[in-house]
C-alpha cells in the first residue's frame, strides 16, 4: 500500500548508522526490508524524542529479532554495536529481552547478541522457544506447476501456486453455469485469484463478477489487487470503482450503478449487506439482461455462522442466489471459497446452495506447516498476564493478540502501553468504525505497526504475509475459528509462533458460545408461523411473499434484532429440507444514508419468498421433528469442535492429527482428506525437518462440465466415432508441423476439443501459435497438459487432443489408451507399430484411425 519508492537499506548500513548515532541521518524512504524499515521508523522518531526512552521497549525486540535472523543467514552468532548511556537501553534492559549486552573498550557502546530464550514453563528445544520463527526458511513445501497459456496471458502469472488452485480455476470455467463449486485450499494457495480469473479472461462488455467478502477492509483489498491486473493487461486503463461500500462516495455509487447496466463494470466487490439491500435491484437487472457471469462468496463458512457472530444478510445470500438464478436466462455460476470447511459446513452449504446435484467441489487441504505451537496453563490472571509480557519481550514481529471480548481488548491495549512499554500497537474490533479499520489496517499493510490487539474480527482474508507471532489471551470457542486466527501467521511459508496461554476461568466463555444460541422448536415454530400468516402467493405454485419482520405471539413490534431471529428460524427450516429461500427486490429503494449493516434494512428493501417443500410445515409435530434434526446436527458439531479446541488446550493429541479430524469431510457425494503436517507441538517439537516433510495434495477434478457433441465431426466424417480416434501423419513431410497446427485450430474451433497434450519433443515451427490456440476456443478456455504427467492425469470429461511423436514409450501409450474422455483424437507417426504385433502397422490394422492428409481437404472447406 506504499506509494513512495522502496530503497534499499541493509545491516551493514544499520551498524554504520548504529555505531555514529546520531550524525549519520537514517534514510527517509520505506526500505525493501520489512523488519529493517520498521527499526528505521522506531529510530527516526527515537531521534526526535531524546532522551525519552518511551521506544525502548519497541526496539528491544526488533533488535532481538534483527540479530537472530542474522545468525541463522549466516550460520554464526551475528553481533551489532549500539549506543550506552543516556537515552539508550541498560545491560539489564537488554538482557530482559533475551539481548546479551557487553560492555566494549571505548565504554560507549554495547556489543550486542541474541541469546536462547529457554523458560522453564515452556518446552523449548536447545536453540529456545520460538527459534525457527526468527529465520528466513521456508517450510511450506513447494507446489507451484506451470499454468495454462490462457491464464499467463490473463494474469502474467507464469505458474499456478498449487495443483488445487490450478483444479479450481480450471472448473470455474468448465463447470456448467447455474451450478454451485466449493473451492477448499488451504490459506495462501491463492483462493482469491479462482473467483477474480474470470474477470481477467472475459474482458468484453457483459460480464460481471459479484465478489462477496465479511469486511470492507477486505472489499477496498481485493479492489486494489484487481486494479493492479488491469493495469497489467492495458496500461491504458482508466480507473473506476471496484468496491462498494459505506464510504463510497456519492458519484462513486452512481458511476458503479451506471456501469452495471450498461455492462461495463466486470467486477465488483461488496458486503452481503450490501448486496441485499442498496445493490439488490441493480443486480437483480443485470441478472435479467443475463450479464451476470458469477457470483462468488469469499470466506463462505460464514454463511454457516450461528451465534453473536450471526449476519441475516451473510446466510440471506443463498435466497439471493436462488432469485438471480430464476431470472438469469442463461444461469451464472457459483463460488464459495473457504480454507477451513469441515463437514457440518459443507453439508449445509450444499443444502442452501444446491440442489446438490448441481454441487461440485475442488478440495486440496493440507495442514498448515507454519506454525509452530506453543501452550501453557496459568494459575492465575496475573500470571497469564505476565507470561504473555515476557513472551512478547522475546517473540518476533509483527504479532497479533487474539482475546475473545470486546473489553478485553481495551485491557490488553492498555496493559501492552503501561506495563510492557509498546507503542506501535493498534486495536480492532467488530465495533471499531470504517473509517478506523481502513487506518489501522493501512498502516498494519504498510508496516508502521508492530501488534495488534483484536477479536476474532480482524484478519479475515487481509493478507500480510510476514506476520510472525500469534498469541492468545482467550481460549476460542472452536478449533475451527483458532486455527484461522493462528493461520494469519506465516503466510510466507516461513515458520510463526502460535501461543495460547491461559487458565482455568478462561474455560467459561468458549463453553457458553459454543453452544450456538440456535431457534428452539417453539420459539422457532411460533416465528414460522407468524410469518405464514403474512404470506402472499405468487404465480408459482408453493412460492409465497413473507413479511421477515413479522412478530410472533409474545412479543410487542419488529426491528432489526426481530429480522436476525426471523432469518435464523427461515435458515434452520432451508437445512432442515423444509423450505427454500427466494429474495428479490421490494419497490423501495436503500437511500444513499441508509445504514445497510442493520439487519432492519434487509425487511425494508428486501422481499423474502418462500418455496415450500414440506406440507406438514404447518404442523408442530413435523416442524419439531424436521428441524429438531438439523438442529441437533448443528449443535454436535459445534460440541465437536469444543472438544477438539479442548484437546489442543490440554495438549492431549498431537496437533495436526486433531485438526486433520476436524476439516476431513466424509460424505456420500465426496471424500475429501486432509494432509497432515505440523510445525511442532510438544508431542512433535523435537522431530527433525524431514519427519515434517509433507505432499502437495493433487484434488480430483469436477466431473460435470458444460457437454458438446462433437456435431462438425460427426458432419464432416459420420463413418469415424469420435470417441477415440487415431489420426496417423507422415513424419517425413514439410509441412507437418502446419497441418497438425490446422487440425488441432479445427478441432478447437469446431469441435470444442477444450484439451491439448503436445509431445515436446515434436518439433513445432509456429510454438506461439501453439500457446495462442486458446484464443480460437468459444470459451477462451484451452487446458495444456505435460505428456509425462500422464499417469497421474486426473478424470474431466471434456475433448482431448493428444499429440505422439515417434519415439513412444509403450507405457505412455498404454496410459493414453486408458485415458477416459468423451472425446479422444490421438496423433500418431504412420509408421507406429501395432501394440500387438511389432511387425505391422497400427494404422494398417485400427479401425478407428484417418491419415491426416485425408482430413485436411475437409476441414479446409
Known sequence: ?????????????????????????????????????????????????????????????????????????????????????????????????GVRALSIGDSAHYLLSAGAWS?????????????????????????????????????????????????????????????TLIVNLPTGSGK??????????????????????????????????????????????????????SGLSKEGRVEIRQRLR???????????????????????????????????????????????????SFQALAGLRNNLLSKSPNGFRTLLLSATLTEDTVATLTQLFGPKERVQMISAVHLRPEPQYWVYKAASKKEKEERILEALRHAPRPFILYVTKREDVEMWNSTLRTKAGLGRIACFDGGTPDHERLEIISKWASDKLDGMIATSAFGVGIDKSDVRTIIHAAIPETLDRFYQEVGRGGRDGHPSVSLLVWTDGDWDLPTLMAQPKIVTEEMGFSRWKAMYQTRLPTDEENLYNIDIDAVRDGLLG???????????????????????LDLEPSRATASESQEEENSSVLAKFTKVRVRILDDGHHLPMVW????????????????????????????????????????????????????????????????SDLARRYLVPVP????????????????????????????????????????????????????FVQEICLDETLEIETPRDWRQL????????????????????????????????????????????????????????????????????????????????????????
Open 1 to 97: 500500500m506504499l506509494n513512495t519508492p522502496l530503497i534499499n537499506f541493509n545491516v551493514g548500513e544499520l551498524q554504520e548508522f548504529l555505531s555514529a548515532w546520531p550524525v549519520i541521518d537514517l534514510p527517509k524512504s520505506s526500505v525493501r526490508d520489512p523488519l529493517l524499515d520498521r527499526i528505521r521508523q522506531v529510530l527516526s522518531g527515537a531521534m526526535t524524542v531524546l532522551p525519552s526512552s518511551q521506544w525502548h521497549a519497541t526496539f528491544q525486540p526488533l533488535i532481538r529479532h534483527c540479530l537472530l535472523r542474522e545468525s541463522a543467514r549466516r550460520e554464526q552468532d551475528f553481533q551489532l554495536r549500539v549506543p550506552r548511556g543516556e537515552g539508550w537501553p541498560s545491560k539489564v534492559d537488554w538482557e530482559t529481552h
Open 119 to 179: 523458560p522453564d514453563w515452556l518446552d523449548s528445544t536447545v536453540e529456545g522457544a520460538f527459534h525457527d520463527a526468527f529465520g528466513d526458511r521456508v517450510v511450506r513445501s513447494q507446489s507451484e506447476c506451470e499454468a495454462d497459456p490462457f491464464i499467463q496471458d490473463a494474469t502474467g502469472f507464469k505458474n499456478y501456486s498449487s495443483p488445487g488452485q490450478r483444479e479450481a480455476i480450471r472448473a470455474s470455467f468448465l463447470m456448467p453455469r447455474g451450478e
Open 558 to 580: 419488529g426491528n432489526g434484532h426481530n429480522v436476525s431471529w426471523n432469518m435464523r428460524t427461515l435458515i434452520l427450516m432451508a437445512r432442515a429440507n423444509m423450505i427454500t
Open 624 to 687: 419439531e421433528n424436521r428441524v429438531a434434526t438439523s438442529r441437533d446436527k448443528t449443535k454436535n458439531a459445534a460440541l465437536k469442535n469444543l472438544r477438539l479446541m479442548r484437546r489442543i488446550v490440554e495438549q492431549e493429541n498431537e496437533v495436526g492429527q486433531t485438526l486433520a479430524e476436524l476439516y476431513r469431510i466424509r460424505s456420500s457425494e465426496w471424500e475429501a482428506g486432509v494432509t497432515h503436517v505440523c510445525g511442532g507441538c510438544s508431542k512433535d517439537r523435537f522431530l
Open 262 to 312: 450498461n455492462g461495463t463494470q466486470r467486477i465488483l466487490f461488496t458486503s452481503p449487506e450490501a448486496l441485499s439491500t442498496s445493490l439488490i435491484s441493480v443486480i437483480t437487472d443485470v441478472a435479467k439482461e443475463g450479464m451476470l457471469s458469477y457470483l462468488v462468496i469469499d470466506e463462505a463458512h460464514l454463511v454457516t455462522q450461528w451465534g453473536d457472530e450471526f449476519r441475516p
Open 774 to 861: 486458446y484464443r480460437r476456443s468459444e470459451t477462451g478456455v484451452l487446458l495444456h497438459r505435460n505428456i509425462d504427467e500422464m499417469d497421474g492425469e486426473p478424470y474431466t470429461p471434456i475433448a482431448r487432443l493428444t499429440i505422439f511423436c515417434h519415439d513412444i514409450e509403450p507405457t505412455l501409450f498404454d496410459q493414453v489408451q486408458s485415458l477416459q474422455r468423451p472425446y479422444h483424437f490421438v496423433l500418431l507417426p504412420e509408421n507406429f507399430p501395432d501394440p500387438s504385433n511389432a511387425q505391422r502397422r497400427l494404422i494398417d490394422v485400427t479401425r478407428c484411425g484417418i491419415h491426416l492428409q485425408n482430413l485436411l481437404p475437409t476441414i479446409s472447406q
Open 192 to 245: 482469491s485469484l479462482v473467483g477474480q480469473v474470470g474477470t481477467l479472461i472475459n474482458r468484453e462488455e457483459g460480464y460481471l463478477t459479484v465478489f462477496v467478502v465479511p469486511t470492507v477492509a477486505l472489499a477496498i483489498d481485493q479492489a486494489r489487487a484487481m486494479e493492479v491486473y488491469f493495469q497489467k493487461a492495458d496500461p491504458l486503463h482508466k480507473s473506476w470503482p471496484l468496491a462498494w461500500w
Open 700 to 751: 480430483v477434478p469436477i466431473s460435470q462440465v458444460d457437454t458438446h457433441q462433437m456435431t462438425a465431426w460427426k458432419q464432416r466424417f459420420p463413418w469415424i466415432d469420435p470417441t477415440f480416434v487415431y489420426v496417423f501423419y507422415d513424419e517425413a513431410s514439410p509441412l507437418l508441423s502446419k497441418s497438425v497446427l490446422k487440425l488441432a485450430d479445427w478441432l478447437v474451433h469446431e469441435c
